[in-house]
T-cell receptor, first 113, second 114 residues
Framework: DTGVSQDPRHKITKRGQNVTFRCDPISEHNRLYWYRQTLGQGPEFLTYFQNEAQLEKSRLLSDRFSAERPKGSFSTLEIQRTEQGDSAMYLC???????????FGPGTRLTVL | GNSVTQMEGPVTLSEEAFLTINCTYTATGYPSLFWYVQYPGEGLQLLLKATKADDKGSNKGFEATYRKETTSFHLEKGSVQVSDSAVYFCALSDSGGGADGLTFGKGTHLIIQP
């Protein structure tokens, strides 16, 4: 399967714990995006990378959220000191710069107890 | 800021009925417009797109026309099938082609009954 993959698919954690999610984009794609989707809502854009450079991070929800893409391939999204309001589906997408179409992964569902 | 408004669901239709899902947007400049679809148990997939005014995007029998004068991008299909049951999201991007972050509507759940 050469699509976007995300790991884990489900994560249950207790409030106050840190969590990290991984995204592996389609191999030739140089742009990688993170979104959050809560129940009954559309995806909400968080941040994106072109290669290893994070081009937009002002939309990250708070300073508890951070993302990295150290070698321009896979990316990680970390949430520190999780809160119940962080419970959501976290989606990753990738694309070729300027080509536009974003290909989405299956998402990681986070539940904070 | 940018926003997308689409009709509330669920929308329930019989097979072979005509479908319209309304989508209107607010954006600065000249956005690109998209419809994404999420089938049960699957990830989001691009259904169709239009990058400038009066463009018509089409795919799998679905069509949508970029109407700048009414800031709309309504999704239509002449004859729906049970397999079209899914959640449909309208989205926009400020950049040409959607290379930057997308702004999504809330989604419309479509249910097609045999």
């Amino acid at each position: 399967d050469t699509g976007v993959s995300q790991d884990p698919r489900h994560k249950i954690t207790k409030r106050g714990q840190n969590v990290t999610f991984r995204c592996d984009p389609i191999s030739e794609h140089n742009r990688l995006y993170w979104y959050r989707q809560t129940l009954g809502q559309g995806p909400e854009f968080l941040t994106y990378f072109q290669n290893e450079a994070q081009l937009e991070k002002s939309r990250l929800l708070s300073d508890r959220f951070s993302a990295e893409r150290p070698k321009g391939s896979f990316s990680t999204l970390e949430i520190q000191r999780t809160e119940q309001g962080d419970s959501a589906m976290y989606l990753c997408a990738s694309s070729l710069a300027l080509a536009g179409e974003q290909f989405f992964g299956p998402g990681t569902r986070l539940t904070v107890l | 800021g940018n926003s997308v408004t689409q009709m509330e669901g669920p929308v329930t239709l019989s097979e072979e009925a005509f479908l319209t899902i309304n989508c209107t947007y607010t954006a600065t400049g000249y956005p690109s417009l998209f419809w994404y679809v999420q089938y049960p148990g699957e990830g989001l997939q691009l259904l169709l797109k239009a990058t400038k005014a009066d463009d018509k995007g089409s795919n799998k029998g679905f069509e949508a026309t970029y109407r700048k004068e009414t800031t709309s991008f309504h999704l239509e299909k002449g004859s729906v099938q049970v397999s079209d049951s899914a959640v449909y999201f309208c989205a926009l991007s400020d950049s040409g082609g959607g290379a930057d972050g997308l702004t999504f509507g809330k989604g419309t759940h479509l249910i097609i009954q045999p």
